[in-house]
């Protein structure tokens, strides 16, 4: 015996549906993507147009340039992948999935389980 997709509790999308995602996805990595290669290039560029950038010194006699390459860059990179994999997923749970599904808020929910 087979089930419809209204039956096993599945939720089907549609190709349509699954394209829009997926053009969402690549515009949400290009950007991201984008967003990365500057902040990279932007390195060499500081070091080459601002000469304090690599010869004054900050703490413990490191230049700005070096202490933006050996701390910053992590903090910012990681800032990024968060940003990116939160806005992906975002976009993922809202275009796919929700086929014959209403949406219910956590306000709308809270408000009908009454007091406690």
Known sequence: ?????????ETRDT??????AFRTQRRVALTYFGVFLVVVAAFPVL???LD????SRLIGDL???FLTVAVGLYILFAAIGIAAATLSS???SQMLGAQGEPHTGDSDSAASAGPP
């Open 47 to 49: 070091s080459t147009s």
């Open 1 to 9: 015996m087979t089930l419809s997709s209204q039956e096993d509790g």
């Open 63 to 65: 230049s700005p340039g």
């Open 90 to 92: 975002s976009v993922e």
């Open 15 to 20: 190709p349509d549906e699954v394209d829009a």
């Open 52 to 55: 304090w950038w690599l010869d």
